[in-house]
């Protein structure tokens, strides 16, 4: 996660969990440790121009084993290297574009993209927000069958959620748990309005997807909170929802 984490925080009538958080940056067979006040699972990302706005699908109503969830959804997972850092994105639309966290990209413009395929591409950042911490990205070259992820609505407190990624660099990773609040808000404020988790997730896994128990895209994987500061997985990580990310609420359409 690099920025695979970022700012996991306190609201006092919110119920946002303090805690000391650092940015991991996955590359070069190393992770680059920087204190900060949320432990960030990739990297940033700079701004572009207006992307298409991926369109919400027709959404199936039946559970999903999560072997099941895999097999849906694995196929529009994408390892992202953005310079030296390592994250996820997910593909949001028909025309191949990307969604992932803002931090993995931020910074540089040597990205690649690759697909589950094993199809490899070089991608550019065509919209950021990092308000939202979230990015879009688009590919020069796609894979020959493009499969995006069928969006989903809110998320439910208690609710199973699949988190799919690339945490450490075990591309294609897949942990399971449940939605544990809603309405997170980082500690200085920066971000808000998140999904609290307890699947687990890495430096790497930022910018992949968050899925309910029908494989529905619900959210994006931003941070996780290390109130002990020895780096280790809490049982707390955050999400940004789908609607927020795709500039449906409380932010600009990217």
Do not use: C
């Not at 028909?94 to 690759?114: F, P, Q, R, Y």
């Amino acid at each position: 996660m690099e920025h695979v984490p970022q700012e996991a925080g306190a609201a006092e009538a919110r119920g946002a969990v303090a805690g000391r958080a650092r940015w991991l940056v996955v590359g070069g067979g190393a992770l680059v440790v920087v204190a900060m006040l949320a432990y960030w699972l990739g990297s940033a990302a700079g701004g572009g121009e207006a992307a298409p706005r991926p369109s919400a699908t027709p959404t199936p109503s039946a559970t999903l084993a999560t072997t099941e969830v895999f097999e849906k959804v694995g196929p529009s997972v994408a390892v992202i290297q953005a310079g030296r850092s390592l994250g996820t994105g997910v593909i949001a639309a028909e025309d191949g574009s990307i969604l992932t966290a803002n931090h993995v990209v931020k910074g540089t413009e040597d990205v690649t993209v690759t697909f589950a395929d094993g199809t490899k591409s070089k991608a550019v950042v065509v919209s950021s927000d990092p308000r939202r911490d979230v990015a879009v990205l688009k590919p020069a070259k796609l894979p020959e069958i493009v499969v995006p992820a069928t969006l989903g609505g809110g998320a439910a407190v208690g609710a199973p959620v699949v988190a799919i990624g690339n945490p450490l660099g075990l591309t294609y990773s897949v942990s399971t748990g449940v939605v544990s609040g809603l309405d997170r808000t980082t500690e200085d404020g920066d971000l808000s309005g998140l999904i609290q988790f307890d699947a687990s997730v890495n430096p790497g896994s930022s910018g992949g997807p968050l899925l309910d128990a029908r494989g529905l895209l619900i959210g994006i994987v931003i941070s996780i909170a290390d109130p002990g500061g020895d780096e280790a997985f809490a049982g707390i990580a955050f999400a940004v929802p789908i609607g927020v990310a795709l500039g449906n609420e409380e932010g600009p359409s990217i």
